[in-house]
C-alpha cells in the first residue's frame, strides 16, 4: 500500500518560514514527478511546485523567487521550503506523486498539511 505523509505545517507570522515535507512508503519501484498543491478556502486547488526525477523544478509565478522545492530520491522525501510568507500563502498543502509500484502506475496524493500565515 502506498501512502504519501506530508509534516510540517503549521502558524507562521507573516515574513516568516516554514519546511514542508512529503514522504512516499510502500513498494515503490519508481517516482517520477513530485509536487505540491495548495487550495485556500473557497478556491481551486493550484499546483505550486514540481521536482522531477532528475530534479529539474518548476514554479507557480506566486511564489518563484521565495519558495524552494527539493527532493531526496534515495528517502523518496520532496520537501517544500516556504520562506517571506505571506497571508495569501494561507492554504492547505498537499503533495503528490507519480509512482511505479506494485499496483502498477499511478498518482498518489498526501491528505494535507495546513499552513497558516497570520500576526
Known amino acids: 500500500q502506498v501512502q504519501l505523509v506530508e509534516s510540517g505545517g503549521g502558524l507562521v507570522q507573516p515574513g516568516g518560514s516554514l519546511r514542508l515535507s512529503c514522504a512516499a512508503s510502500?513498494?515503490?519501484?519508481?517516482?517520477?514527478?513530485m509536487d505540491w498543491y495548495r487550495q485556500a478556502p473557497g478556491k481551486e486547488r493550484e499546483l505550486v511546485a514540481t521536482?522531477?526525477?532528475?530534479?529539474?523544478?518548476n514554479y507557480a509565478g506566486s511564489v518563484k523567487g521565495r519558495f524552494t522545492i527539493s527532493r531526496d530520491n534515495a528517502k523518496k522525501i520532496v520537501y517544500l521550503q516556504m520562506n517571506s510568507l505571506k497571508p495569501e500563502d494561507t492554504a492547505v498543502y498537499y503533495c503528490?506523486?507519480?509512482?511505479?509500484?506494485?499496483?502498477?502506475?499511478?498518482?498518489?496524493w498526501g491528505q494535507g498539511t495546513q499552513v497558516t500565515v497570520s500576526s
Open positions: 503528490k506523486a507519480d509512482l511505479y509500484g506494485r499496483s502498477g502506475y499511478a498518482r498518489y
Open positions: 521536482v522531477t526525477s532528475s530534479s529539474l523544478t
Open positions: 510502500g513498494n515503490i519501484f519508481r517516482v517520477d514527478d
